[in-house]
């Protein structure tokens, strides 16, 4: 008797699902039509003889065997993408396709520095970007949309192996004209709650900044309103307060064209640390070593 298989496809398909709850958008994301990839779940339903989606017209539900199903495919992509991954590896070290997440705290400073000396220096390396929160992108680093994630740390990742880049330093940003006029290194002490600016929730350089001054009632305080660190420095630069920025966005001229200046922070911990990380045992993990050499040497 034959037993037929469910297909990678297949598996990918009812996982683009479940991800994004809408055929549509799932088939968008696997760059087929939705009748393609409606009818690849059918015939993945009458393969296995189960239901694993129920579908209305308002809504896209998983039956209980259905979500243990995606479980497992996620291991099974992810175990086919280790399986290329060793294949790859096997040949010249980065060359071929390389799936990266990047944090948006860290991508318009650190890539505009690095990326055109590896275009140069490693012209056989195809490297996709994706700029996505860190919560977001660890997620795709373990789902296996990413094979390695540059981040900042403290944040819990799971279990990764990681290289650190560089630590990058935190300044106390606020306008040219300000009455305080804080002196040459800025003290937590002296940071004003009450016209401290930071970025939204869901960013971990809010988190990192609140941790290096180590004052517990900012975090009740500061007016969480920013979407990007630009942002942040318009509304410094408007007067309406003071935030705190990395280094790395100050050496990429952040400031430019501002009334605004930055001091550094005086506390023990007022650093983040920028780190490349990867799946734990990762068959290319001598190849994102290498990776983290270039990011370093740019």
């Known amino acids: 008797m034959t037993v037929h298989q469910p297909t990678l496809k297949q598996l ?4 683009a699902l479940h991800e994004h709850g809408h055929f549509g958008r799932a088939a968008d994301a696997c760059f087929v039509s939705q009748s393609t990839l409606s009818a690849g779940l059918r015939d993945l339903e009458a393969l296995l003889g189960v239901v694993l989606v129920e579908r209305t017209k ?4 998983f039956t209980p065997l259905g979500n243990a ?6 291991r099974i992509l992810r175990e086919t993408e280790e399986l290329s991954d060793l294949i790859q ?6 060359a071929g396709e390389l799936r990266m997440s990047v944090i948006p705290t860290i991508a318009p400073f650190l890539l505009p520095r690095m990326l055109p000396r590896l275009r140069r220096e490693r012209p056989n390396l195809r490297l996709f970007l994706r700029e996505e929160p860190s919560a977001a992108a660890i997620d795709s680093l373990h ?23 560089e630590l990058d330093a935190f300044y106390v940003a606020f306008p040219k004209d300000d009455p305080r006029d804080p002196p040459e290194e800025v003290g937590p002490d002296l940071i004003d709650e009450n016209r401290l600016l930071l970025l939204e929730d869901g960013h971990c350089l809010k988190d990192h900044a609140l941790a290096a001054c180590n004052r517990p009632e900012l975090r009740a305080s500061a007016t969480m309103i920013g979407t990007s660190l630009h942002t942040l420095v318009q509304m410094v630069d408007n007067g309406l307060g003071l935030t705190m920025l990395p280094e790395m966005a100050l050496d990429a001229g952040i ?12 506390s023990p911990n007022a650093n983040r640390e920028i780190a490349l990380i990867w799946r734990k045992n990762s068959p290319r993990s001598d190849e994102f070593r290498m990776l983290a050499d270039e990011l370093r040497a740019g």
């Open 69 to 74: 199903v995606v479980a497992k495919a996620h």
């Open 89 to 94: 590896s096997s040949g010249k070290p980065l």
């Open 255 to 266: 400031l430019n064209g501002t009334n605004v200046v930055a001091r550094p922070l005086l």
């Open 58 to 61: 308002r809504a896209v539900r």
């Open 143 to 165: 789902q296996g949309r990413a094979d390695c994630v540059l981040l900042a740390l403290p944040y819990a990742t799971g279990e990764v192996e990681k290289e650190t880049i």
């Open 12 to 15: 990918q398909y009812l996982v």
